[in-house]
């Protein structure tokens, strides 16, 4: 078992930056992936940004040059630096951590005012 704990979201100005950080304990060993994914309201949620174990990055299109993945393998944790932000942006944000199956974290708000 993983368990995955969100941190870092908040509200912020268009043009602004977050980083949002996700804390993995437990069975950790076993991750391969971490991603970021987001789900605005009355929309799916999507995949933001994934890291493997080996430094591998994937990208949504919306985010390229502006969010930035990352992994800290020695803390088990996993940041999401977001900057000019927009308020397309807006979202929940979720944490997920792919093994053998895929975990989900409980979810951070990130709120983009105009």
């Known amino acids: 078992q993983v368990q995955l704990v969100e941190s870092g979201g908040g509200l912020v100005q268009a043009g602004g930056s977050l980083r949002l950080s996700c804390a993995a304990s437990?069975?950790?060993?076993?991750?391969?992936?971490m991603a970021w994914y987001r789900q605005a309201p009355g929309k799916q949620r999507e995949l933001v940004a994934q890291?493997?174990?080996?430094?591998?990055?994937y990208y949504a299109d919306s985010v390229k040059g502006r969010f930035t993945i990352s992994r800290d393998n020695g803390k088990s944790t996993a940041y999401l630096q977001m900057n000019s932000l927009k308020p397309d942006d807006a979202a929940v944000y979720y944490c997920?951590?792919?093994?053998?199956?895929?975990?989900w974290g409980k979810g951070t708000q990130v709120t983009v005012s105009s």
């Open positions: 890291i493997t174990t080996g430094g591998g990055t």
């Open positions: 437990g069975s950790i060993s076993s991750i391969n992936v």
């Open positions: 997920n951590a792919k093994s053998y199956r895929s975990y």
